[in-house]
C-alpha cells in the first residue's frame, strides 16, 4: 500500500442489529441491513441484504445482487455437495428461500416468496424444459403450484438491456 489509511465506513455498511460471523466476506460497497451472515459466506460488491436475512454457511453471492426482506439462504461447508451460489446481477424477492447447493444464474429474477431446493421443479413456460436445483441466466421465476405441489415457473427470459430499462416490478407484472 502506499500509506494510504482506509475508512472501512466507506467501503461496507452494516447496519446495527445484523450478525456477520468472522470468517464470512463483504466486499466493498455491500450493505447489511440487521441480517445474520454466516461463517463462510462470500459476498461481493455492491450488494444489498435486506432486512432479516439468513445467508447459509458458505454461500457465495456475486455483484450487484439485491436480496429483498426475510429471504433465507442455505449454506453447507461439506465437499459432499455443491455450494450455493448467487451468480452477479441477481434479484431475490422477498420472503424467497433458496436451499442448499442451489446454483441461480446471472441476471435472474425471482419474485417474492419463491421456494427453490434441489427437488422444487422449474418450468420453463417457453420451452415446458424442466430444471432442478438451478435457475438459467437472465431467467424471470415467480412460484406456482402445479398438481397440488409447489413449483417455481419461469415466466420469460430477460436480455441485459431490458433488465436495465425497467423496474423490477414492471418486469414481474408481466
Same mark, same amino acid.
Given at each position: 500500500?502506499?500509506g494510504?489509511?482506509?475508512?472501512l465506513?466507506?467501503l461496507?455498511? $452494516? ?5 456477520v460471523k468472522?470468517? *464470512?466476506? +463483504?466486499?466493498?460497497g455491500? =450493505? @447489511?441491513k440487521?441480517s445474520f #451472515?454466516e461463517i463462510?459466506a462470500y459476498i461481493?460488491e455492491n ?18 445482487c439485491h436480496i ?5 439462504i442455505e449454506?453447507n461447508?461439506?465437499?459432499k455437495t455443491?455450494?450455493?451460489i $448467487?451468480?452477479?446481477d441477481?434479484?431475490?424477492g422477498a420472503k *424467497?428461500? +433458496?436451499?442448499?447447493?442451489? =446454483? @441461480?444464474?446471472?441476471?435472474? #429474477?425471482l419474485?417474492?416468496?419463491c421456494?427453490i431446493?434441489?427437488?422444487?421443479p ?6 415446458n ?11 424471470v421465476?415467480?412460484?406456482s403450484?402445479?398438481d397440488?405441489?409447489?413449483?417455481c415457473?419461469?415466466?420469460?427470459r430477460i436480455d441485459?438491456?431490458?433488465?436495465k ?6 418486469i414481474?407484472?408481466d
Amino acid at each position: 500500500m502506499d500509506g494510504t489509511i482506509l475508512n472501512l465506513k466507506q467501503l461496507i455498511k $452494516i447496519i446495527p442489529n445484523s450478525t456477520v460471523k468472522k470468517g *464470512s466476506f +463483504i466486499a466493498k460497497g455491500s =450493505i @447489511i441491513k440487521s441480517s445474520f #451472515i454466516e461463517i463462510g459466506a462470500y459476498i461481493d460488491e455492491n450488494c444489498l441484504i435486506e432486512y432479516n436475512c439468513v445467508i447459509g454457511i458458505g454461500v457465495q453471492i456475486g455483484k450487484n445482487c439485491h436480496i429483498e426482506s426475510f429471504v433465507g439462504i442455505e449454506g453447507n461447508l461439506s465437499i459432499k455437495t455443491m455450494p450455493t451460489i $448467487i451468480e452477479d446481477d441477481v434479484y431475490i424477492g422477498a420472503k *424467497s428461500q +433458496i436451499g442448499n447447493g442451489i =446454483i @441461480i444464474g446471472e441476471g435472474s #429474477i425471482l419474485g417474492m416468496g419463491c421456494l427453490i431446493t434441489k427437488y422444487t421443479p422449474i418450468i420453463d413456460s417457453e420451452t415446458n424444459q424442466i430444471y432442478y436445483g438451478q435457475i438459467p441466466p437472465y431467467s424471470v421465476v415467480k412460484p406456482s403450484y402445479k398438481d397440488g405441489k409447489m413449483v417455481c415457473i419461469i415466466s420469460q427470459r430477460i436480455d441485459k438491456i431490458k433488465k436495465k430499462e425497467l423496474t423490477i416490478q414492471e418486469i414481474l407484472k408481466d
